[in-house]
Each structure stands twice: as C-alpha cells, then as structure tokens.
C-alpha cells in the first residue's frame, strides 16, 4: 500500500508519531485482507471468533516522512493453526527500507473467551506451500519474535489518563494505538527537552488486558540511559499494557524537501502484497 504521511501523523519536529505510524500499519492490514484476499470486515465473526492483537515490534530508522508516499507492504504468516504474524516493510518512493515492524494476533473463541483454532478455510487462504520468495524473506522481521516480558525498575513518574469517547473504537475497547500515546505523554510530562531531541527509533508493545470506556488509566515509565520502559494500569491497578522504547538523537532538520518530488504523490493508495513485486 502507497500512504500519503499526513500533516495529523507527524509530531512538531516533522517525525512520525508512533501511534500514527501504528494506525497506518492497521490500515495496511486491512486492504490486504479486504482487497487482497477478498475477505469481508469482521470476516471471523461467522465462526464466532475475532482476532486479538497480542504484541507490536517496530523499528523506524527514518522518522521524517511528511507529506512523503510510504510503501508498506505486508506478509501474513499463520503459526500451529492459532496465531499469526503479520510481517512489515516500510520503503521510501525510492524503494530504499525505512522501517520494518511485525504484529502477532491470536485467534479467540468468543463464547468460551479463549484461544480458538484458526478456522480452515483462513488457514488455506493465507498459507502457501512453495516456498517464501526472495521478496518474501526480504519482508520477514529479522530479530527476535519473542515478546517483551514485564521488567522491575523504579518508576520515574505516573500520570493518570483519562479515557476519551474519541479512544474507544468498534471493538468496544481503547484502540490497540492509543496505549503507544499515553507511553510518550507520560514521559513528556516528566522531560520534554528529551522528547525534543529524540525520537523512538525502535519499540514494542505487548498487550495484556483490554480497557473498557470510561474511566482513568495510570501510566508510568522509567528510563535506562537510552531506552524506556513502560506500564499502563487500570483502575484496578491490573497491568493493560507494558511498551519498550529505544530512543536516538533526532535529527537538527525539520525535514529536507528538496528533492521533494510531486509525481512520486499519488493520492490513489493501493493495496501491494509480496506477490505484486
């Protein structure tokens, strides 16, 4: 898929927001399912199942995307019949790699309230028996898949949060990109000069607990030289979410445009799978 980085995506410094850039993943996900593999929204609803987002991991190595066209495209990897990993590469117009990212989604029986069996018929669609194209291994996530564990640390600062109306989406819960914002609004409550001259090159996100509407979440964070760790909390003070992030020198410029190129800019996005290239 051929993105348009837009003004709302991009923080003060022209960099792209880590919230931003995980609404954008989502879309991807959605055109591959619904344009690329002809799959309705909702689509596991008819085996009473849904897909339930278990963890993030992206690296962003180049933040200054405005008004610049992303190319995402995206392999979806199904896992011992009840998880699937989504894979990402980020590419500039150029097609040189600017980012990579990987999402691991389980599949939940929404009567029992448990994990279910990946239905078939999506096993079949999705999986492939040849083997992964050269462009396809390109696409995978190089590093670890193993999620982020819950660490010990004395917390810097806590901030309660409340939850918006705008937060919940259709699923009935705090949209899965919103726990990304509350991290860094929390830290840029306690220093901004360093949210001022740095920027998450790297972060992950697992997912532990949904938010329902209503309410407050506490959110807390503690840092180790240049890396970030962070807890949201309930109410209750159950654990919703824990978020690592790896933080770099942002650069001086506010975005070079130069070699700004109009014709690179189409406004009509379309949907690339690893077969299309």
């Known amino acids: 898929m051929d993105y348009v980085v ?15 850039l995980l609404q954008i993943l989502g879309t991807v996900s959605t055109y591959d399912e619904v344009l690329g593999h002809h799959l309705r929204p909702g689509y596991m609803g008819q085996w009473n199942m849904a897909w339930i ?11 200054k995307q405005y008004a610049r066209v992303l190319r ?6 199904m896992d011992r019949g009840i998880y699937c990993y989504r894979h990402y590469l980020l590419e500039d117009e150029r097609g040189c790699p600017v980012g990579r990212a990987l999402s691991q989604w389980v599949a939940v029986d929404l009567e029992k309230r448990r994990l279910g069996k990946i239905p078939q018929e999506i096993l079949t669609l999705f999986s492939d028996e040849s083997p992964l194209s050269e462009r396809e291994q390109f696409v995978l996530w190089p590093e670890d898949l193993r999620p982020l564990r819950r660490q010990q640390g004395n917390f810097q600062k806590e901030l309660l949060i409340p939850v918006l109306y705008s937060d919940i989406d259709v699923n009935g819960h705090v949209n899965n990109a919103i726990y990304a914002r509350w991290a860094t609004e929390t830290l840029h409550r306690s220093d901004e000069a360093f949210l001022r001259t740095h920027y998450p090159q790297a972060f992950t996100i697992v997912y532990k607990k949904e938010k329902t509407p209503q309410g407050r979440v506490r959110s807390r964070f503690f840092q180790d030289q240049d890396t970030t760790y962070h807890e949201i909390l309930d109410e209750s003070g159950q654990v919703l979410t824990i978020l690592s992030m790896t933080w770099v020198p942002k650069a001086a410029h506010l975005g070079d445009y130069s070699d700004y190129d109009f014709s690179k800019v189409d406004p009509n996005a379309r949907c690339i799978s690893c077969k299309d290239r």
């Open 6 to 20: 837009d003004f709302r995506d991009v923080d003060r410094f022209y960099d792209l927001k880590p919230e931003s």
């Open 53 to 63: 987002l278990y963890q993030w991991k992206v690296a962003l190595k180049e933040p």
């Open 72 to 77: 995402v495209t995206t392999l979806p990897i």
